[in-house]
Structure formats: C-alpha cells, structure tokens
C-alpha cells in the first residue's frame, strides 16, 4: 500500500462520509469508491460499511485506522529529520490559531519569515485556543497560537501581546447603559466566555439583552458598525473602526479586563531547524508590528 491509502482511510475516519473525503483529498468519488475497494482486497478485510448516515468502521476497520495514523506520523517524522540534516532552512511549518489571530496577525509574521527562508512553506489550521491546546499537546503541529492564559509550560510559552476587551457601539454610550442596550453576541471558546460572563455579573444585577447572536467576532463587529446593537470585542479588531464609540471593561479592582496572546510549543520539537529558527525569529520580532492595519 502507498502513503496516500493510508491518508485516504485517515481521512475517512475523520470526516465520516465519501463525498467530504473525496472533497478533502481532491479526488473524485468513484476514484476514492474505487480505491477503497482496493485497499479492502489488499488488507483482505472490510474495513468500513456505508449508511444512510455516513460510514461505519468495522473492528478492522478501527485498527487499521490505527496503524494508519501511526505510518503517517513516522512519514511526517522521517520527512522532517531529513529537511533537518541538510544545511537550507526549508520545510512545512504546522502551525494552528484562532481566527481572529490568523486574520490579523498570520499573513504578515509568515510573509516576513518566508522573505528570509524561502524555501519554507506553512500548514495553518483554524481552531479555536482550546482545540489548539490538544494539537500542540499531541505534537500535531510545531506551534500553537492562543489567546488564553491555559496551564502550560512557562519554560513552552512566548507572551506575544496584551489586548484590552471593550464595549464598542455605533452611538455614544456609558457602561452602566448596557444592561438596558441591545447586545450583538458570537459564539467564542469557553474560557473566554466564562471570562465575559464573570465581568458582566460582577457589574450588572440584570442579564444582557441578546438582540442578535452571530458566529464570530468579525460578524459582530459588522453588525455593531451597521447599529444593529453594542458588542464586547477585544481592542485588535475596532482600531481600524475610529468611528465607532468604544469603553475599555475594568473590573471592580480597577484591573482593565485583558486578553494574552501566547505562542505556544514542546521543547522537543526545537531539535528540529525550522522550528527553532521560527522560534527565535518570533522572539525577536515585534509581534504588535505583524497586525495588519499597521
């Protein structure tokens, strides 16, 4: 078997449907169809059943799953000790955040660093903070960009900025006026809505008045511009919006509420050059000077 059924029957497991699968891996359905059966004949076994509701693996199925995800794993390993023993700096960087910071941060800080090492090139995925935690918990992708204090490593982490969380309107307001405005509110990590609920009831009696619920921060933000109600957004995104009225959160201390952006990672993963250069050339850039209404 080659390396691409291995990733076909990771992929597979992963999406749980044909059409998604042969989307992901840009093949046509009956080619993957096709495919697949070869695989089964090859291993001598079936591997999974399709319904109605997608695919199911069967016990085999499940264990080649397995096996598969540790090939590719020595694939990927192997790939990169090689990149690692010759003189160029070159290779994919795996790197995973949120989407807000791949929007406003990612397309410069990779422009520059490809600028210097051309020969390099990026895997970006978006995932909220939490999600990125676990990929760079289990070694999925050399770096981690996340917005929350989580519990890591302080020798595996680089505090990259501090922003402030506002109330931000298309009108003029006073905070005590938000209990009795319309709100625009967006779906965000746990941690980071467990911290918005905290501020809110530790300064209001009353619950918010949620006029309009959106998907994310930028969706707000757009609606917030258009006057459909106020939003909590974090400073990064109203800098390019001087129209907009905006009143930075403080808790009852006087303490303004923030948000840490950190890069995290496993020393491990520094034995290998690329990592290591990203590294040094992220710890000695401005990170600020990344974002991109600057």
């Known amino acids: 078997m080659e390396e691409r059924d291995w990733q076909i029957i990771k992929t ?7 059409t998604k699968t042969a989307r992901v891996l840009y093949m046509s359905q009956p080619t993957l169809t096709a495919r697949i059966k070869q695989i089964e ?9 399709r319904g109605n509701k997608g695919i199911t693996f069967t016990e085999t199925g499940e264990y080649t799953v397995k096996f598969a995800e540790h090939i590719l794993g020595e694939m990927q390993e192997l790939r990169e000790t090689i990149t690692n023993m010759q003189e160029d700096v070159a290779g994919t960087l795996r790197i995973a955040a949120p989407s807000i910071l791949a929007r406003y941060f990612l397309p410069k800080l990779l422009g520059r660093f490809q600028d210097m ?3 390099t090139k990026f895997d970006v995925q978006i995932a909220q903070s939490s999600d ?38 298309a009108q003029p307001f006073k905070l005590e006026d938000l209990p009795h405005m319309v709100r625009v509110d967006y779906d965000t990590d746990q941690y980071y809505q467990n911290l918005l609920d905290g501020w809110w009831h530790e300064t209001f009696e009353d619950s918010p008045i949620i006029g309009t619920r959106v998907s994310n921060l930028d969706l707000c933000k757009e609606m917030v511009f258009n006057g459909l109600g106020y939003g909590i957004l974090p400073s990064i995104l109203i800098e390019e919006y001087p129209q907009l009225y905006s009143i930075p ?23 290998l050059r690329l990592p290591k250069v990203f590294l040094e050339f992220v710890i000695d850039s401005d990170f600020d000077s990344f974002q991109r209404n600057h």
């Open 249 to 271: 959160l403080v808790h009852k201390n006087g303490s303004k509420l923030e948000r840490k952006t950190w890069l995290i990672y496993k020393k491990e993963l520094l034995d």
């Open 132 to 169: 990125v935690i676990s990929l760079a918990s289990s070694l999925g992708i050399h770096f981690g960009f996340v917005r929350n204090d989580f519990d890591w490593r302080e020798d595996e982490r680089v505090l990259l900025t501090t922003n402030h969380v506002c109330a931000v309107a």
């Open 117 to 119: 090492y051309p020969k």
């Open 41 to 49: 004949e090859s291993l001598g076994t079936k591997l999974l059943y």
């Open 12 to 18: 597979l497991y992963e999406q749980k449907n044909i």
